[in-house]
C-alpha cells in the first residue's frame, strides 16, 4: 500500500477540487474519481491509497456499498473510508457504522473541521 496516496470519490467536480485544494499541503498525491466504477477499477489494478474520500450518494454503486465492498476485501480492508453527503451527520450514522467506514460527515462542514478530520484519520498520533 503506498502511505502517500488520497483517493476523493464525488460526482461533482467542484467537491472535487476544493477537497483536493484543502488537502495539497498533506504531502499526499491525490486522485479524482467521479464514481464508483471508476474507483472499483482503481482498486483493483493500481496502487492502493491509504484513505478514500467518499461521497454516498453517487451514481450506480453508492458510497455504503462501496465502502462495505473494501472493508470486507481483505486485500483493501486496511484502506481508511471516510463518507461524506449533503445528508446529515445523524441520517448517516447507522449506515456509515454498519458498512465499516472509519468516519462520516457531512458536507456542510466548516474546511478546518473537515482538514481536522482527515488529517486525523490519516495520522491518528497527531
Known amino acids: 500500500m503506498n502511505n502517500k496516496l488520497i483517493f476523493i470519490v464525488d460526482d461533482e467536480p467542484a467537491i472535487c477540487r476544493l477537497m483536493r485544494i484543502l488537502l495539497e499541503d498533506t504531502g499526499y498525491d491525490i486522485k479524482e474519481f467521479h464514481n464508483g466504477a471508476e474507483l472499483m477499477e482503481e482498486l483493483l489494478h493500481s496502487a492502493l491509497p491509504e484513505l478514500v474520500l467518499l461521497d454516498i450518494m453517487l451514481p450506480g454503486m453508492n458510497g455504503y456499498d462501496i465502502c462495505r ?58
Open 69 to 126: 465492498f473494501i472493508k470486507n476485501d481483505p486485500a483493501l480492508k486496511q484502506i481508511k473510508v471516510l463518507l461524506f453527503s449533503a445528508l446529515s451527520e445523524n441520517e448517516m450514522k447507522g449506515k456509515a457504522e454498519t458498512s465499516g467506514a472509519d468516519a462520516y460527515f457531512s458536507k456542510n462542514i466548516e474546511l478546518e473541521y473537515l482538514r481536522e478530520k482527515i488529517v486525523t484519520a490519516i495520522n491518528p498520533q497527531l
